[in-house]
């Protein structure tokens, strides 16, 4: 539809009930109050009709599916769910975008995405969340950093390093600040970065220690280009979950997804 059919579709639209969905701004349109309000009955009936059509058409019915992950989820494990997805359902379309926890829910609420994986705590009116596998954070050095060989980490010993970590609105960055309770205020943050890597090669180039997933940090260790620190009584858990719009329609793509999610790939 060109342009000029689009507005003169929305503008018979508010004419006929005499209301207005959007606000003009020059030459841009925002919704309106109202528009906001019915977004989510019209993405649903957007979805049905699309679940129809590809009925209809004989096509598999495990059709296209929009997928946000955080970071380290992004990075490390989405990608293997995705292959793992497609391999049962050849013909699906998955795409993946990755951002850090509040970038997903704040797209996720907005129906940008079908669902959403997360690494941080959440509460949004908006939205579903459940728990979905646990994850737990390491800090880490490099090989020749004077506490590579400590055997446990003090809270003292905490407060006197560089960190390099997450930024802030990151799930890792939340669990961190969990596990710092007490002391996060006197830690010294050198650098808050917003890619797991560039956290990886500053702190092997002794710029600092890190704060991580694990999981993202498997191969590093394997090599021997980083080392875990051990810390003595902080709790560095946390759990990873699921999100969807709680007026999301479940095309049959995404209730496969999330099941594949709760009974496949949840550890």
Not at 17 to 24: C, H, P, S, Y
Not at 61 to 76: P, Q, R
Not at 94 to 118: C, H, P, S, W, Y
């Amino acid at each position: 539809m060109s342009q000029s059919a689009a507005s003169g579709a929305l503008a018979e639209l508010e004419n006929q009930f005499e209301v207005k969905l959007f606000d003009r701004r020059g030459k841009r349109l925002h919704l309106s109050e109202l528009g906001q309000q019915l977004r989510a009955e019209a993405q649903q009936l957007l979805d049905q009709a699309q679940a129809l059509e590809q009925a209809l058409a004989g096509e598999d019915i495990v059709g296209g599916l929009s997928i946000g992950a955080t970071l380290t989820i992004g990075n490390y494990v989405a990608v293997n769910m995705i292959a793992d997805f497609r391999r049962l359902h050849p013909m699906a379309n998955i795409a993946l975008q990755v951002a850090n926890t509040e970038t997903i829910a704040k797209r996720v609420a907005e129906f940008d995405l079908d669902m959403g994986l997360i690494e941080g705590e959440l509460h949004h009116p908006e939205l579903t969340i459940q728990h979905w596998r646990q994850d737990e954070l390491v800090v880490f050095a490099a090989p020749d950093h004077y506490l590579a060989e400590a055997e446990a980490l003090s809270d003292q010993q905490l407060l006197t390093q560089r960190w390099i970590v997450r930024e802030q609105g990151s799930g890792t960055r939340q669990a961190f600040d969990r596990a710092m309770h007490g002391i996060l205020p006197d830690l010294y943050i050198a650098m808050a970065l917003q890619h797991t890597e560039a956290i990886k090669r500053a702190v092997e180039a002794g710029l600092g220690i890190g704060c991580l997933s694990r999981i993202c940090l498997a191969d590093a260790f394997k090599r021997g280009t980083l080392v875990p620190l051990p810390v003595n009584d902080r709790d560095f858990c946390r759990e990873w979950y699921l999100i969807t719009h709680r007026d999301k329609f479940h095309s049959a793509a995404l209730q496969e997804w999330l099941t594949l999610c709760r009974e496949r790939w949840s550890a």
